[in-house]
């Protein structure tokens, strides 16, 4: 990559603006990448993907046809060199490693016709220290045509609300920055929700928490007393809106039910003081889908009096979120059956032998006939003989209840505050369950064999396990010889 530095005044209005961003920013010179892609397509490239992955020596020769122009003083003090000479000589150590794929991908999106690309991705500064990063780039207005002139925008995510805190500097920096940042951004307007808890503060309120617990219309009249000034175009992606006037006709639609507990502990940090916040919080799309977002609340500086311009960034945390659930999940659920699994059931065992409430039923059950399914079927009609068994423990239990599976073939169930009585009731829902599901599905046939007892306050959970666990042995002696099955050959 070769740098070269001429007067740019006449082609960016605002060079101040530029060199002062408090943003990383570069300009580049595509075309002659521009001009290798021609060359390739005319050699019979179709798959650049593949031919980069070839040889590796394809992605330097696209690295040294881009020429580096010009970039600003954050860039220098971001990547830690002196000068834009330094920079460039070094350019070798900022851009390597775990980079390689992700601007694999940035140079395929220009060969597929985009004219913009970016989104995180790994940066060094010359002394070798990291960087996560979030890069914005776009081939600017006018030059679609050559790629002579690209504007790329290297946010350091580590230093966001460093990033946020100087919008001010400039109304048009802020005002670029602000509609082409990859997260989303809002511009509020406080104001009113200030006088609201200045009229509470008076009126001689000292407990702010219990007052919005006894008053949660409160909480209401203060979100709907928000004035949203502007929003960027990240936001009306994320919220599935097509553009700023649709969306802020329908603010209803994406701040309601969970959000309004985040607002409630948002108001709370206001009250006391705190002007920056940062939370895990849930919104809506238009589409009514739930968008999880990691929220920072930020008053912005001369603004502190009044808190007429507040500025907050929405990042989407949809996927983690749900990542995290499915890994919750999977800790304490069956994978297959999706009931609780072992540790769960030895967890909850212990928290009832704990706490009660008594008296507590435990059952044991079997899945009769499993091996005969694998031997006949195969695995895959065993886990599906598996997946009708935990489909009916799901149903039989209640939310205070639990359903477990505890080994291959065998389940538990814990009845909090349930008698002898319950748990015979509990039978009988069961075997009807399984009899519906062999009337639905047919083929193998479901079947439990099932033993319970009854533990009370003072006794030992564990006895009451073994106790049914034996009675559970005995109705699968009962069903094997009721069968005709010789258990030893059959289970």
């Not at 039989?396 to 349930?418: H, M, N, Y």
Request: some cysteine; aromatic content about 8%; proline content about 2%.
């Amino acid at each position: 990559m070769k740098a070269r530095e001429p007067e740019l005044a006449s082609e960016l209005d605002g060079s101040s603006m530029f060199e002062l961003a408090p943003v990383s920013l570069w300009i580049e010179d595509y075309h002659a990448l521009r001009e290798l892609f021609e060359r390739w397509r005319a050699d019979g490239v179709v798959d650049l993907r593949d031919w980069l992955r070839g040889d590796p020596q394809r992605i330097a020769e696209c690295w040294a046809s881009i020429e580096l122009v010009k970039v600003n003083r954050r860039t220098l003090e971001l990547y830690g060199a002196a000068d834009l000479a330094e920079l460039q000589a070094g350019l070798g150590s900022v851009f390597r490693d775990d980079m390689r794929e992700g601007h694999i991908e940035e140079l395929v999106r220009l060969w597929n016709g985009e004219t913009t690309f970016g989104g995180p991705t790994v940066n060094y500064t010359l002394q070798g220290k990291r960087l996560d990063i979030v890069l914005d780039a776009t081939v600017m207005p006018g030059h679609e045509a050559t790629w002579n002139r690209v504007l790329l925008a290297v946010e350091d995510v580590t230093e966001r609300s460093i990033a946020q805190r100087a919008l001010l500097h400039s109304e048009a920096y802020a005002r670029g920055l602000f509609e082409h940042s990859p997260v989303s951004l809002w511009v509020e307007d406080f104001s009113a929700v200030k006088a609201l808890l200045e009229e509470v503060r008076d009126a001689g309120v000292s407990d702010f928490r219990t007052f919005t617990d006894v008053h949660p219309e409160f909480v209401e009249r203060c979100m709907q007393e928000i004035r949203v000034i502007d929003v960027n175009q990240q936001t009306l992606k994320m919220f599935a809106a097509p553009d700023k006037e649709t969306l802020l006709r329908n603010l209803h639609e994406v701040f309601r039910d969970a959000m309004n507990l985040h607002f409630k502990e948002q108001l709370i940090d206001l009250w006391n003081g705190k002007t920056f916040q940062q939370r895990e919080a849930i919104n809506y799309a238009l589409t009514g889908e739930r968008v999880d977002v990691y929220l920072q609340f930020s008053i912005l500086s001369g603004h502190e009096a009044s808190w007429d311009l507040v500025l907050i960034s929405l990042t989407d945390i949809t996927a983690r979120k749900k990542a995290e659930a499915y890994l919750e999940f999977l800790g304490k659920h069956d994978s297959l059956t999706k009931l609780r699994n072992r540790s769960y059931f030895t967890d909850e065992l212990a928290r009832l032998e704990r706490r009660g409430p008594w008296p507590v039923t435990v059952m044991m059950l079997d899945l009769n006939g499993l091996k005969g399914v694998n031997d006949e079927l195969g695995h895959v009609g065993g886990d599906a003989l598996l997946r009708r068994a935990g489909e009916a423990l799901a149903k039989a239990v209640d939310k205070t209840s639990c359903a477990a599976r505890i080994g291959g073939d065998e389940f538990a169930l814990l009845l909090p505050a349930s008698d002898e009585q319950a748990g015979e009731r509990m039978t009988e829902r069961i075997n009807e369950l399984t009899e519906l599901n062999n009337t639905f599905y047919g083929g193998s046939v479901l079947s439990f064999s099932i033993g319970s007892a009854t533990c009370q306050k003072g006794e030992r959970l564990e006895q009451a396990l073994h106790l049914a666990d034996q009675r559970m042995y005995q109705s699968k002696t009962a069903y094997y010889e009721s069968a005709g099955i010789n258990r030893r050959r059959s289970d």
